[in-house]
């Protein structure tokens, strides 16, 4: 054992020494048995040094029970309701100088007076006490259960770190380890893991807990319980810890009340270290008497026990024992407000098993109800049921219970009993209505109770987490009951079918507000996966749409390119790390420590890729998974979380898998802010869109598979441009339409793209670079990616130097907020059309709407030669009739909000400043042009009335404006639109209730009718707010029509003149809202 330091004084900081002396007495080692009587002492002193301070005891009430627990009296030491453990010699005599005034409560005012104390900044120290419920690493038989051991560290500052000892074969251990934690400053979060000691082996990771700086610093403690992160599937274990900020006063007030011959007592190491030698020795020779100690404490802290004692003491429990904190570790992680957008992440992960095992029960409890039960030899791999034991209906019954204990105890916050309630009643409503004894009249009661309690959250949550958590509670429900119905059995003699609304609509039977129904239970599952992260997540998916628009670094990227790939537009970077050696002495993270420094200043995460990994045999499999945890440890030890949003591990298969994401979770990157990036080699769906390959394989392990048991697993495919296309127009056409079908069908995925082209290709797109192709490209690859849950990643390090060109911002994209650009390729710039996109929604959206500018040739659509089409993005700004809390992409503000019955007022700064952006558009495209008479303007929806307000407010002559499924703002001049010649198209659909044509919407436009300039008004039947087919044909008769008319002979097309016509009604949607 170290020799301690001798002892100053209590105002420096020291190892703490056991030589002492009181008043008058020699210097000398403090006897066995006087130690151990100050141990316990000390440990009651700490107790009972608060319950002093506030007031609950008297001097002399506390002085008989003090002096009782010194002597060794047992009845006095549960009173106390202590846990007197074995303690380092350091942890003894730390306390020994604070509380042993406390022994004799005697101070002496001259030696008071005497007392020079050293001012001290704020130590912060901490116990961690026990541990519950762990998760039992050793799981080979004879092994024994797990030997934890748990540290306690401040992120970045690995010299605060201290550990307990190790308690051999248990999984509630009691540790009672204190120390103080060195290089504390204000605001450091603490961050506790548990760990099981393997001799010989890398310990095993048992869970992580975090303690903010807030939940202790300004409440000058904590005490209480935390929940341990990855503590493992279905395991829920707990760390008590107590925390204590000793301020410079504090010591100044005890330490005043110490003799000055204890704070100035000096003595040598030589003596220290025989003194400590000797206390160790004293707790040797003392641990039988202490292990009865321990089991008596441990009999009277049982309720009734510990109730008796205390009323034999005359203190009442609230006034002894530390109060109850079980509901501060139950509080959420942020507070629960009007506006909550997602849930914190151990309540997330809570709902999504409240969900999944309340559907498995309800659906197996139906199933045993009748004559139909459920063959239980069918609960294997690869069906999607549980294992065979799991689906004993008292398993899934306990199973149950707990996650309903968990919601209860990892939520807070009015939504805790009514979402208990939605999740059960959306279990008992698909069970009964696809599980045989199926019962029409629980369903639709049970379905009514579901509606209702998600209702009672609408004044509370936001209505998109509300959404999140409607589905996820659905489709958990959906996919077990549909499972079991699968595989009840089918030799019954007395099939019990349900009667009546068998052949009814669900909406005639359950309301127009009843949910969707997959056919497919996977989809159903993919789903519930979805939901799950997006429930602690949605902020992620709030702006672009998806979370992760990345860039590909390649090797020899510096920090220069880190902060110029964030102004860009990249809301991600992914960096490679090589695979490091593990011989000692290097940085496992090698060159991409300072690109990851350099992503954390410029506020953007990164993405680890070891994609480039060999792990093509077991033994270079198990190098990769001791590699992959030394990086993982560095992460989580040296950058706060949510500074890696992803790791894309080494190229495996699907099954193969499993040991990496189990590395990586137990080194400390977990699920709720790190996703696991797994490549998916093949096709995940076939012809049909049914699930296929590996992805069905990994999807019907249901919950012993990798998918359920992490939820978040991204599944990221490598696209690659048709190699059957021959024209570089047709290969951007393409990049749309690359995902269709597939997209769709994964729980949670990102894509992986490139700038290739196939080789017969490559000179003339090369020839287009001037036309900014292969920036057209990048963009329609960033839209064929529209339907993936987490995004994609683009690797641009071609031989045209894109990556320089797009980071040196060359190029608008990938920005969010420039201008999407349709080019014409390989003929010159001839017209131009500015068209601008709908409340709410973005230039971005129209990129996969390319059809919509083309023509229409032989029953073909194609693109004008010599077209440009630009497509603008709104900014994001707050909306006054909304309450200005949210920011949504709009083109002005509206100051009220009259649900489409009349025309909503609107702030004229923000049209004013609208109005000016698009002039400027206009003029950039009129100094190309050369003139404006092949410049048009357009708009849906809201941009419908500024499109008509700024072109006609235009200083030049454009050469058309076209509005649909919009009004014109009363405020817009018509006076001089005859003279100026300007034509103007205008296009509405009769069923639109956003914009109502016959109530109001229709009369707006009486000045422009009255003006005699060249207006045409256009009203389809049956066509509704939103209709994407309809406003693509409108967009291609307007272009036809003053296409043909203009100027330009390049333009000028053989088809028909502008005709009217009633239209069919379509699907689609190019903006939301009722706001006009």
């Not at 760390?239 to 005890?254: A, F, M, P, T």
Request: glycine share 8%.
């Amino acid at each position: 054992m170290a020799a301690a330091a001798s002892t100053p004084g209590l105002g420096e900081r020291h190892a703490p020494s056991c030589i002492l002396r009181g008043p008058g007495d020699a210097v000398g080692a403090v006897s066995r048995r006087d130690l151990l009587r100050i141990l316990r002492v000390g440990t009651a002193a700490r107790r009972c040094h608060e319950l002093l301070a506030e007031g609950h005891v008297n001097d002399e009430a506390l002085a008989v029970l003090l002096q009782s627990v010194g002597a060794g009296e047992p009845d006095a030491v549960r009173r106390l309701g202590l846990r007197l453990e074995p303690k380092e010699a350091s942890d003894a005599a730390a306390r020994v100088q604070a509380d042993l005034v406390l022994l004799s409560l005697e101070d002496d005012p001259d030696l008071v007076e005497q007392t020079a104390v050293q001012a001290v900044p704020p130590r912060l120290m901490v116990t961690i006490v026990k541990a519950r419920g762990l998760r039992d690493a050793d799981w080979i038989p004879g092994t024994g259960k797990s030997d934890p051991y748990c540290c306690c560290e401040i992120p970045g500052k690995p010299l605060s770190k201290f550990q307990t000892l190790t308690v051999d074969d248990c999984l509630d251990p009691v540790w009672d380890r204190t120390d103080e934690v060195c290089g504390w400053e204000e605001g450091d979060p603490l961050d506790f893991t548990v760990w099981d000691q393997n001799i010989g082996h890398r310990p095993s990771f048992l869970g992580r807990a975090r303690l903010e700086s807030r939940q202790y610093f300004e409440t000058e403690g904590f005490e209480g319980d935390l929940k341990l992160q990855e503590a493992g599937w279905g395991i829920k274990a707990s760390l008590r810890i107590i925390v204590k900020l000793v301020r410079e006063g504090d010591e100044r007030e005890r330490s005043a009340s110490i003799p000055v011959s204890m704070l100035t007592s000096r003595r040598s190491s030589a003596d220290v270290e025989e003194a400590l030698l000797e206390e160790a020795a004293a707790h040797e020779a003392e641990a039988a008497y202490e292990e009865v100690v321990w089991e008596e404490i441990a009999e009277a802290n049982s309720p009734t026990r510990k109730a008796s004692a205390d009323a034999s003491c005359g203190l009442s429990e609230t006034e002894v024992l530390p109060k109850p904190v079980e509901a501060l570790a139950m509080q959420p992680e942020t507070s629960v407000n009007s506006r909550l957008k997602e849930l914190p992440a151990a309540a997330a992960e809570a709902l999504r098993w409240l969900a999944w095992h309340e559907a498995w029960y309800a659906a197996l409890a139906c199933a045993a109800s009748g004559n139909r039960p459920l063959l239980v030899e069918n609960g294997a791999a690869d069906t999607g049921l549980p294992m065979a034991e799991r689906l004993k209906l008292p398993i899934r019954k306990r199973l149950a219970e707990k996650a309903r204990e968990a919601w209860s105890r990892d939520a807070s916050g009015f939504f805790v009993q009514p979402l208990a309630q939605a999740a059960a009643a959306a279990a008992q409503h698909t069970a009964s209505r696809c599980v045989v004894p199926k019962q029409p009249t629980e369903a639709l009661q049970a379905w009514r109770t579901f509606d209702a309690c998600l209702k009672e959250l609408e004044h509370g949550l936001h209505e998109d987490l509300i959404d999140a958590m409607r589905w996820l509670l659905w489709n958990a429900s959906w996919h077990a009951a549909m499972l079991v119905s699968q595989y009840q059995s089918e030799d019954s003699e007395d099939e019990e079918d349900a009667e009546g609304h068998e052949d009814e609509d669900d909406e005639a039977v359950f309301g127009e507000d009843y949910l969707d129904v997959e056919e497919d239970h996977l989809k159903h599952l993919a789903n519930f996966i979805w939901h799950s992260v997006q429930i602690h997540r949605s902020e992620d998916w709030d702006g672009s749409g998806r979370p992760w628009r990345g860039v590909i670094f390649p090797r020899g990227m510096g920090e220069r390119d880190v902060h110029q790939a964030a102004s860009a537009g990249f809301s991600v970077i992914r960096l490679p790390v090589p695979m490091p050696s593990l011989d000692g002495g290097k940085d496992v993270l090698g060159p991409a420590r300072p690109l990851l420094e350099a992503c954390v200043a410029a506020g953007v995460p990164a993405v680890l890729d070891l994609l480039d990994w060999s792990c093509r045999g077991h033994t270079e499999q198990e190098a990769a998974c001791k590699a992959l945890a030394s990086i993982a440890v560095e992460v989580a030890a040296s950058f706060r979380p949510g500074a890696v949003v992803g790791v894309a591990l080494p190229h495996v298969s699907l099954p193969s898998v499993a040991p990496l994401v189990a590395v990586l979770r137990e080194a400390g990157l977990s699920a709720s802010t790190c996703a696991a990036i797994v490549q998916l080699d093949d096709s995940p769906a076939d012809e049909e869109g049914e699930y296929s390959g590996m992805l069905q394989w990994a999807m019907r392990q249901g919950e012993q598979g990798l998918l359920i048991s992490d939820g978040h697993i991204v599944l990221e495919l490598c696209r690659q441009p048709a190699e059957d296309v021959h024209d570089p127009r047709a290969l951007l056409d393409e990049a749309l339409r690359e995902g269709e079908g597939i997209d769709e069908v994964l729980p949670l995925s990102c894509v992986r793209w490139n700038l290739d082209v196939p080789v017969g290709l490559a000179k003339e797109c090369e020839l287009l670079k001037a036309s900014f192709w292969q920036e057209e490209f990048s963009m329609r690859r960033e839209a064929g990616c529209e339907h993936t849950t987490h995004g994609w990643f683009a690797t641009l390090d071609d031989d045209l130097g894109s990556i320089s060109a797009c980071l040196g911002r060359h190029w608008r994209w990938p920005d969010p907020m420039a201008d999407c650009v349709f080019w014409p390729h390989g003929c010159p710039h001839v017209a131009t059309l500015v068209y601008l996109h709908g409340f709410t929604s973005s230039g971005s959206d129209y990129v996969s709407s390319y059809e919509y500018f083309y023509r229409e040739v032989d029953g073909a659509l194609e693109p004008y030669q010599g077209l440009k089409v630009v497509l603008p993005t709104a900014p994001l700004q707050s909306i006054t009739a909304w309450g200005g809390e949210e920011r949504t992409r709009s083109w002005y503000d509206y100051l009220t909000d009259h649900e489409g019955n009349q025309e909503d007022d609107l702030d004229p700064e923000t049209l004013k400043e609208a109005v000016r952006r698009v002039h400027t558009t206009l003029d950039a495209e009129a100094s190309l042009l050369g003139g404006t008479e092949a410049l048009w303007l357009g708009g849906t929806s809201q941009a419908a009335a500024l499109a008509l307000h700024a072109g006609l407010t235009y200083h030049g002559q454009l050469g058309g404006v076209l509005a649909t499924q919009g009004h014109m703002l009363a405020s817009t001049p018509v006076s001089d639109l005859a003279q100026k010649g300007i034509p103007v198209r205008i296009f509405n659909g009769s069923d639109d209730e956003t914009m109502p044509w016959d109530t109001w919407v229709s009369h707006t436009f009486e000045p422009l009718r009255k003006s005699g300039a060249d207006v045409k008004i256009r009203v389809d039947e049956g066509v509704e707010h939103c209709d994407d087919e309809a406003e693509g044909r409108w967009c291609r008769t307007f272009l036809a029509e003053i296409g043909a008319g203009s100027a330009s002979s390049t333009m000028s097309i053989d088809v028909p003149r502008f005709v009217f016509s009633n239209a069919v009604p379509a699907l689609g949607s190019s903006g939301t809202g009722n706001l006009q």
